[in-house]
């Protein structure tokens, strides 16, 4: 990050248009770098997201790769949350809301009419910028899922998901002693790890998570990017956030969105200190946004 905040390059070229031919030698699909993995957990193309007359997402394609923490960044109304939306088929809920283009999960095509979106949304689950317990206790916040979903036969079965999922979660130590109380009573921190347990209960592949830090405190914050380090073994994570230190500290890989494009994606080190898109740059220096 010191690279970045230092940066010295010369800002008297002018900005390139996305489009611009000068990019074109390093451009794939109109992004420049690299948007395909070699095992993409889920893959796009050519995703385009209207609400009634406004073109949100304009032409992304973008791999999410297994194992991988992606990062989407960009400034205020770039699309980054319609983008991350559409990967589990939340925009459904929105009205006047259109998607197209090719949406992958293991190479099934997650829009399909056969596809039923209450499986889907366990298989790719959301984590929010505001955490969202339900109004019930810490135990029942994370066993209602499996529960629903009919994910367990016993009720060890289920004792057992809960205490795993938060312990995973990494909030175990700080609740197993007060399972039976609302889940609202507890701090901001613990409410997002809470939720984060609630998600990972149901044991999803991959989860989303739009601005997952953006209410908490340093430390809170801390603990949940240390944790999303640890999800990474086990699930595929796409992140949105407005802090360039947090996605520099948990992401492989990150996607620069800016007015409803994907402009720059690559190895989250390259896009911080040697971006090769003049819009990305001035992002990533705090000249734009
Ligand atoms: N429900 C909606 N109806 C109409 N337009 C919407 C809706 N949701 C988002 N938009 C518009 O789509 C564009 C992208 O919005 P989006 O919320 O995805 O941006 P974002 O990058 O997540 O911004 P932020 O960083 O502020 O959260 C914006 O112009 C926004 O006004
Ligand atoms: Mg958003």
Redesign the pocket.
Known sequence: MEQTMNMSKTTAEPAFDVNSSALADRRVDGTVGKIRVDNPRMSTTDVDVY??D?H?IQNVSLDIGQNEVVAMI?P????????LRCLNRMNDT?A??KVTGTLLLDKEDIYDPKIDVVPLRVRVGMVFQKPNPFPKSIYENVAYGPRIHGLITSNADLDEIVETSLKKAGLWEEVKDRMDQPGTGLSGGQQQRLCIARTIAVSPEVILMD?PCSALDPIATAKIEELIDELREQFTIAI?T?SMQQAARVSQRTAY?HL?KLVEVGETNQIFTAPKHKLTEDYITGRFG
């Open positions: 609400y009634g406004k949100a960009g205020s109304g770039c699309g980054k949350s319609t983008f929105v006047g809301c601005e949105v407005h969105f409803g």
